[in-house]
C-alpha cells in the first residue's frame, strides 16, 4: 500500500485519525453549519466515535487513510480530510470527506491541507491522477477546488447518498502549475 504519514505545513499537522480524536474532532464540529452540506451530520459524540471508527476500518481495509487536522496556530484540531476510493492499480485516489471547524473558514486551513496532500500525492507517491468531489449545491467547496486548479469535468447523478455530485481532478502533467499557483497563495 501507499506509504501515508504525517504530514506537516507552517500553520497545519496532518495527523493520521486515530480514536484519540474523537472527542476533540466532536468539540470542534459542534456548529450546525459545518454540516450544511455534507450528505450527513455529527450530531452526538457517539456518531462522532462511529465516523472515526467506520474511518479506521476503511483504512485497515487500504482504502482509505484519514487525517485529524491540527491548527498549530490554534493550538488545536479543526476538522478532518482524507484520501479515500485509493485505487494503487490505476495510481490514482480521491481527496475529500474534509469538514473544518468554522473558527478556520476563509483562513489558509484548507489550501495548506490540499497543499500538502497533493503534493504528498504527486510527489512522494507518483500518483497520475487525484479526483476531488463535491455536492452540486455546495457553492463555496466548488468555488475553492476550482481555486485550487482542478479540472472541473462533470455531474456524477445519484452517486452517494442519492445525491449529485460534481467532479474535479488533477493530474500529474498538471501538479507543477497547481503548483506555483499554491504555492502563491500560501505565500500571501
Known amino acids: 500500500m501507499y506509504p501515508f504519514a504525517e504530514l506537516e505545513g507552517k500553520r497545519v499537522r496532518l495527523v493520521p485519525l486515530e480514536e484519540e480524536h474523537i472527542v476533540p474532532l466532536y468539540k470542534c464540529s459542534r456548529d450546525p453549519e459545518i454540516w450544511a452540506h455534507f450528505p450527513y451530520r455529527i450530531e452526538t459524540l457517539e456518531e462522532m466515535q ?36 485509493i485505487a494503487e492499480s490505476h495510481q490514482n485516489f480521491n481527496i475529500g470527506t474534509t469538514w473544518y471547524s468554522s473558527a ?13 496532500m497533493l503534493q504528498h500525492a504527486f510527489e512522494t507517491l507518483k500518483v497520475i491522477r487525484v479526483e476531488i468531489i463535491t455536492s452540486t449545491d455546495n457553492i463555496k467547496s466548488q468555488r475553492a477546488i476550482e481555486r485550487l486548479g482542478a479540472t472541473k469535468e462533470g455531474v456524477l447523478r445519484k452517486k452517494y447518498h442519492n445525491l449529485d455530485y460534481i467532479i474535479y481532478s ?19
Do not use: H
Open 50 to 85: 462511529s465516523f472515526v471508527q467506520q474511518a479506521l476500518v476503511m483504512r485497515e481495509r487500504k482504502e482509505q487513510f484519514s487525517y485529524a487536522v491540527y491548527d498549530m496556530e490554534l493550538g488545536e484540531f479543526v476538522g478532518s480530510t482524507r484520501f479515500l476510493r
Open 104 to 116: 478556520v473558514w476563509r483562513t489558509r486551513v484548507n489550501t495548506e491541507c490540499k497543499f500538502l
Open 170 to 188: 488533477i493530474l500529474s502533467e498538471e501538479w507543477p502549475l497547481v503548483r506555483r499557483k499554491l504555492d502563491q497563495y500560501l505565500a500571501e
